[in-house]
Structures are given as structure tokens and as C-alpha cells.
């Protein structure tokens, strides 16, 4: 009796061999130099009450997010390409809190830089930056504070903010992560006009 024909034969396979010649491991491109690395575009907002304190939120985390301690900021957020810094600071003040109602105070003229430390320049951005060159405005809120919304804001993002408060101005570079506080401490001094209520200003 004849065996019937294997149309498919599966052949019979030999193991490779290892070739310790070959060289199998993968390469990874290195970091660019720090120093070659752009800032990234970004807008900032001093958000004046009625009182003259300034909106602050508790990041839940983030890029700079460095530790519990400072994690408290003023808005801010990235301009994107072919976007102007004014839109966009409004933009982002929108997405993070949910305000609408504002007047424009003011602006600081000059752009403010800061590096990030060199240790999470890889988690930062994708690594694709040194730090921030920010655009800053002070705003003063005109609303009711039931427009503040941190938890679902605007356009349905993630929220950044955990919690937030009105704060004194002068007490904001103390409470930032200390890689800011120089940016911080400028804002401080060009917006230290709008942190006195028309009240006090009578008085003086």
C-alpha cells in the first residue's frame, strides 16, 4: 500500500547558530547638546481679583512638576505654531480655568526665559527643549467666581489644576518651583501696579 503524497512538506529546520561576529544591539541616538536646544514658546497670566490677588492653581502634574512643595503657578500654556501671544494666553487661560471675563491690564514687553534643570530636560517636552521663553499679560477677572471651573475646564482638556486660590502677588515666587522664581520675581515687580485695589490707590 502506497503512503499518500504530502503536497506541503514542512521541511526540517536547523537552529541558527549564533554569530558572536554580528553585532545585534540597538542604537540610540544621543540627547542634543543642552545648550543647542530651543525654549519653547509660551504665554503666562497674572490674574487679578477685585482685591488685587492673583489667581493661582496647584498643578496635578506636569513637565515641571518637581515636587509638593511648589507646585503652586499662575496659568500658562504653549503658543502654537502661527499663533500671537495674546490670543493664546487667552486660550489657555480658558482651558485651564474656565475664564472668560477679563480686561487686559497690562503686559510685560520683553519675553521672559528660564532653563529647566538638565536632569529632566528628557521627560520635558519630549526633550525637545531647554526651558520656556514666555510672553506674560496681566488680566483682571471681571466675573462671578462661579465661572471658575478647574475640575471640567473648557473644551473638554484634562484639568491642570487640583485646586486653586487668590493670592497676594508678592508671595507667588516663594511658592513656585525655584528654576522660576527668577521669572517670578520680574512679574512681581512689573505688575506690583495692579495688586492695589482702586481703594487703596484713593488713599495714598
Known amino acids: ?30 540627547m542634543p547638546p543642552f545648550e543647542s536646544l530651543p525654549y519653547r514658546p509660551c504665554a503666562g497670566l497674572a490674574v487679578f481679583n477685585r482685591k488685587g490677588c492673583v489667581f493661582i ?20 500654556g504653549g503658543i502654537d505654531p ?26 510685560i514687553e520683553e519675553w521672559l526665559t528660564y532653563d529647566i534643570p538638565r536632569k529632566i530636560v528628557s521627560q520635558a517636552w519630549g ?30 482638556h484634562d484639568p491642570e489644576f487640583v485646586e486653586w ?11 513656585i518651583v525655584p528654576f522660576k522664581r527668577g521669572v517670578y520675581e520680574r512679574v512681581v515687580v512689573a505688575f506690583a501696579k495692579f495688586a492695589s485695589t482702586p481703594e487703596r490707590r484713593k488713599r495714598r
Open 1 to 30: 500500500m502506497h503512503s499518500p503524497e504530502i503536497t506541503n512538506p514542512v521541511e526540517k529546520t536547523v537552529p541558527a547558530r549564533y554569530d558572536s561576529s554580528r553585532n545585534f544591539s540597538c542604537s540610540v541616538a544621543p
Open 57 to 76: 492653581g496647584r498643578r496635578i502634574d506636569g513637565p515641571e512638576h518637581v515636587d509638593e512643595t511648589h507646585a503652586w503657578q499662575m496659568p500658562q
Open 82 to 107: 502661527g499663533e500671537d501671544p495674546w490670543p493664546a494666553a487667552l486660550r489657555e487661560l480658558y482651558e485651564e480655568t474656565n475664564i472668560r471675563s477679563i480686561e487686559k491690564l497690562g503686559e
Open 127 to 156: 526633550g525637545k527643549y531647554r526651558g520656556q521663553t514666555q510672553k506674560w499679560y496681566a488680566l483682571r477677572f471681571t466675573g462671578d467666581e462661579k465661572e471658575i471651573n478647574i475640575a471640567s475646564p473648557a473644551g473638554g
Open 165 to 175: 486660590r487668590w493670592e497676594p502677588l508678592a508671595n507667588l515666587p516663594a511658592m
